[in-house]
């Protein structure tokens, strides 16, 4: 008998038949993500259904020396998700649910495999609000959004993942259980080893469960779309909004007019405003719709007074809201009318990023006359992203493209990753937005962990 079929042996005693695919029955779905990085053929796909399964694969895998790549929603576009050939892929897809809510303590309890839309409305429905929020709600999951750190539409005013979270259960790769599943706000009794795992896209545990940080409920936020005068006036909004509406600003979310264009056109959403130098959408977290939404509007009046803001669309229904929102989210359909593309998430000094933005545009075209070039993101937290259409879907092009890009990144003091992660396809540029010495310290947690360098091999680091 093969090495390999005594592994899948020990595999499937350990987790029946259900919980063990093998190759070519594995689904297509298991072999990628969004990242475009070509589909992988593992050997196998993992379907544990708690952490003792979880922890009795790993510790299989362990003693094979077989490396184990973890999934959660696969809708990360650095490529942490994709297994390679000879690897294991294990799903948290059978480990969904939300365990408890603790009003008192105003957490919530849910398994790695929960999408992040099932954990929002467990606590709406308890009254409370689960803030950590982006466009791939339905299918991205608390393992996943936790392990890139990801951070989505209202960093601004809640934080990235890690400040959504108290405690974690991890497994790490021997097998070895840490149960860190922490309530409490405080407690600095040694080494906050959660953080470890947050953003560390499965290189150092494979994280099984989840307390999360729940905020107060309120009632539905006031939202504009805002034509705008330019990037400058943009900044300048952001901080008027900011004074004015002290702690509220929930969502500040920039589109270029390219992307606004495309939204409208290739994301078949309607156009709220007509064509203008910049758009922005924001809204204040409530408590008085009515109270609330008279600040709201004063603020938008005195923008407008300054010539900051051009126009702007108010909402004033849930649909209003939905469909303003319905132009940030228009992504997924962006991108499947542009492939063969490239899609950037890059964190730029808030300051610098309309230069930035500039220098990239001009640099792309000349290079690449006449390919679509579409900037958005969440400026009021430096995160810009850059949707890329490809004179054609050769790797060199892909490479001096994103080479071209993260240059002019690392010029203005930049970040590569803003919050979708390394995984393989940024691992080449890491030392662009990190010191060799950083780099040598990551290099040093991850032999602590994984000695032997089975989990997530050739991602990160």
Not at 39 to 61: D, K, M, Y
Not at 75 to 90: D, E, K, R, S, Y
Not at 415 to 437: D, M, N, Q, V, W
């Amino acid at each position: 008998m093969t090495h390999t079929n005594t592994l899948i042996d020990r595999l499937v005693q350990a987790l029946g038949k259900e919980g063990v695919i093998v190759a070519d029955a594995i689904e297509p779905r298991y072999r990628k993500d969004w990242s475009g990085v070509p589909p992988g053929e593992p050997i196998a796909l993992l379907r544990p259904r708690s952490t003792e399964e979880v922890s009795a694969a790993l510790a299989i895998c362990h003693e094979f020396n077989t490396p184990v790549v973890a999934q959660g929603g696969l809708t990360g576009l650095a490529g942490a998700a994709v297994p390679a050939a000879g690897q294991i892929a294990l799903t948290l897809e059978r480990m969904s649910g939300v365990e408890e809510v603790d009003c008192a303590a105003a957490t919530l309890t849910a398994l790695a495999g929960t999408p992040i839309q099932v954990v929002q409305e467990a606590a709406r429905d308890q009254g409370f609000l689960f803030a950590l929020d982006w466009g791939a709600r339905g299918s991205a999951v608390v393992g996943g959004g936790l392990s890139t750190n990801a951070g989505g539409n209202r960093v601004i005013r809640y934080g990235m993942a890690r400040e959504h979270v108290l405690g974690l259960e991890v497994v790490l790769a021997d097998g070895t259980v840490l149960p860190m599943l922490n309530k409490m706000q405080k407690n600095n009794s040694g080494y906050d080893l959660k953080q470890l795992f947050i953003g560390s896209e499965g290189t150092l545990g494979i994280i099984t469960r989840a307390v999360l940080r729940l905020q107060p409920q309120s009632a539905a936020p006031c939202t504009a779309l805002c034509s705008v005068a330019g990037f400058d006036a943009a900044v300048k909004l952001l901080r008027l909004a900011q004074r004015r509406l002290v702690g509220a600003v929930g969502a500040f979310e920039a589109m270029w007019p390219d992307y606004y264009r495309a939204a409208t056109s290739y994301g078949k959403v309607r156009a709220p405003l007509g064509e203008a130098p910049f758009y922005v959408l924001t809204d204040m977290v409530t408590a008085d719709p009515g109270v609330d939404g008279e600040r709201f509007q004063a603020m938008l009046e005195e923008a407008m007074d300054q010539g900051l803001v051009l126009d702007a669309a108010i909402a004033q229904s849930e649909a209003d809201t939905a469909s303003f929102w319905a132009l940030r989210d228009a992504t997924p359909e962006i991108m499947s009318h542009l492939s063969p593309m490239l899609a950037f998430d890059v964190s730029i000094p808030i300051g610098r990023i309309g230069e930035a933005v500039e220098r990239m545009r001009g640099e792309l075209e000349a290079r690449w006359p006449g390919q679509d070039g579409l900037y958005f993101g969440h400026i009021g937290d430096s995160n810009l992203h850059l949707i890329y259409s490809l004179a054609d879907d050769r790797e060199s092009t892909a490479l001096e493209a994103e080479t071209l890009v993260y240059r002019v990144v690392s010029e203005y003091r930049g970040a590569i990753s803003a919050e979708h992660g390394i995984g393989t396809l940024k691992r080449p540029f890491l030392s662009l937005s990190r010191s060799a010495s950083e780099i040598a310290l990551m290099r040093t947690l991850k032999q602590a962990l994984d000695p032997c360098g089975i989990l997530n091999p050739g991602k990160v680091i």
